[in-house]
């Protein structure tokens, strides 16, 4: 779907590689929430709410997501809402808006 070479499996840091080189955090949830542990480079959550279709919520920009995600929990990961994405691009600065989605 997105032409990425993904990584072998549990990988540290990234799942896969898109075709211009950046290192590509994929996330999927079904409870409308994810945890990230890192700050990605790039971004791509996935979500299907139970019973609905699978939908892509966020293709961008690591940086942005890290910012917007909740404090860092006693398990090392920062939680973020699916609902956060839908207005993150329209709060981003302007050097955000440069990194493109896949």
């Not at 896969?16 to 409870?31: H, L, N, S, W, Y």
């Not at 959550?45 to 699978?54: H, T």
């Amino acid at each position: 779907m997105f032409d990425l070479s993904l990584n072998a499996a549990s990988t540290k840091g990234h799942d896969a590689i898109a075709p211009d080189g950046r290192k590509v955090e994929i996330k999927f949830t079904q409870v409308m929430r994810v945890s990230i542990r890192h700050q990605p480079e790039h971004l791509i959550v996935l979500a299907r709410p139970k019973g609905g279709s699978v939908r892509v919520v966020y293709n961008g920009c690591g940086e942005a997501a890290w910012n917007a995600a909740g404090k860092m929990a006693s398990n090392g990961q920062r939680s973020i809402a699916v609902s956060i994405f839908e207005g993150l691009f329209q709060k981003r600065p302007l050097e955000m808006k440069r990194a493109a989605p896949i």
